[in-house]
Structure formats: C-alpha cells, structure tokens
T-cell receptor
Framework: DTAVSQTPKYLVTQMGNDKSIKCEQNLGHDTMYWYKQDSKKFLKIMFSYNNKELIINETVPNRFSPKSPDKAHLNLHINSLELGDSAVYFC?????????????FGPGTRLLVL | GQSLEQPSEVTAVEGAIVQINCTYQTSGFYGLSWYQQHDGGAPTFLSYNGLDGLEETGRFSSFLSRSDSYGYLLLQELQMKDSASYFCAAFFTGGGNKLTFGTGTQLKVEL
C-alpha cells in the first residue's frame, strides 16, 4: 500500500535524450510536488500542482515540463537532458488542509546523464 | 529571501544526546518541520513546531523560538540507526504551500 510511488527508480541515459518520470499518490491529497536533490543533498522545489493546476514553478529551465492528468498523478518530462540534470528527483504530496500537515515523499528517481 | 541554515555535519557517540540547530529568515515564516533522510532513502517527516516551545515525540524533540528565528532538533539515546541527514524545513506565507528545506545536517553516530 505505497502512499507515493515513482517510476522508474533508476534512470541512466545519454545527453540529449528525452525522458519522463511518473508519480502517483493514493492518499487523496490535493497538492503534489517535484523536488530535485543534488549531490550535496540540497533539496530544492521545482514545481507544485494543486488539483491539476500549476501553482509553483521555481525558475526551472523550460526543458522540464510537468503534467498532472488528475490530482493523483504528477509526471515530469525532461527534454534534451544535460549532465547537470543528474540528481535524485523526489515527488511529494500534501493535503491542502493546513501547513502543519506532513509532506509524504516518494522513493525518488535516481537520474544519471552520461 | 527564504533560507534556512544548519550545520553541515555533527558526530556523536551511541547513547549520547545531540542537538541540530536551524536558523531561518523571518519574512513570512509560518512554522518549522524536521525531516530525516537515510542514504538512498526518501525524506520522512519527524516533527512540526507551529508555536514556540518544545514538541516531544519519543526520543526526538523539536524546539522553536520565533523571537530568535531559531529552532533545533534534539535526539536522545542515540542509536546507530539514527545516522542520517536531518533537514529543517519551513512554510512561508505567500509561498503557495511551498516547503523550503534547510541545507541539511549529516549526523554520524559512532560506537
């Protein structure tokens, strides 16, 4: 009964390729996020969706395009992958009820661009 | 701006008590959360302070002082399994439910 799931868990690809990461949550939460964690473990928010609507876009290159087909899914498509895109990408979800609610993170997708 | 600073590394021995500090910029600050992340794992929620004072959850406690723009996570009776990265994180009003994470503290527990 995984709360937040991501696929794939590992992704190794060549520079210039296009790839997608998928995220699903079965918690009934309204808000979903994508975070990027670099090699220094710094967690930085990329995007946030609330009930399929984009509400946060944190100065991310437009090679990154999120899509939310419904409030339980948030996918991330990356065009023309670059070496600097190598990182761990975490999906997370949050109920809209209040800021004191915990964010639930997916297991992460480890992307390595060669 | 919205930033949270933490020490990069803390080392302690098994059975000891360790405190991980977090200082933050006050503009729009709403509340402070703490997350634990083991190597290769995902961040998991530990605690939240919406009000000043101490919140206790088993061996872990978290403290907030809004007047000092400061909080800490206290880990008691340290165990080897507590070796992990610890992040403070905060919501800031006007940020659209955006959780900003601190720089992270790598805790190493030694025998």
């Amino acid at each position: 009964d995984t709360a937040v799931s991501q696929t794939p868990k590992y992704l190794v690809t060549q520079m210039g390729n296009d790839k997608s990461i998928k995220c699903e949550q079965n918690l009934g939460h309204d808000t979903m996020y994508w975070y990027k964690q670099d090699s220094k473990k710094f967690l930085k928010i990329m995007f946030s969706y609330n009930n399929k609507e984009l509400i946060i876009n944190e100065t991310v290159p437009n090679r990154f395009s999120p899509k939310s087909p419904d409030k339980a899914h948030l996918n991330l498509h990356i065009n023309s992958l670059e070496l600097g895109d190598s990182a761990v990408y975490f999906c997370a979800s949050l109920p809209l009820a209040g800021v004191e609610e915990t964010q639930y993170f997916g297991p992460g997708t480890r992307l390595l661009v060669l | 701006g919205q930033s949270l600073e933490q020490p990069s590394e803390v080392t302690a021995v098994e059975g000891a008590i360790v405190q991980i500090n977090c200082t933050y910029q006050t503009s729009g600050f709403y509340g402070l959360s703490w997350y634990q992340q083991h190597d290769g794992g995902a961040p998991t929620f530990l605690s939240y302070n919406g009000l000043d004072g101490l919140e206790e959850t088993g061996r872990f406690s978290s403290f907030l002082s809004r007047s000092d723009s400061y909080g800490y996570l206290l880990l008691q009776e340290l165990q080897m399994k507590d070796s992990a990265s610890y992040f403070c994180a905060a919501f800031f009003t006007g940020g659209g439910n955006k959780l900003t994470f601190g720089t992270g503290t790598q805790l190493k527990v030694e025998l």
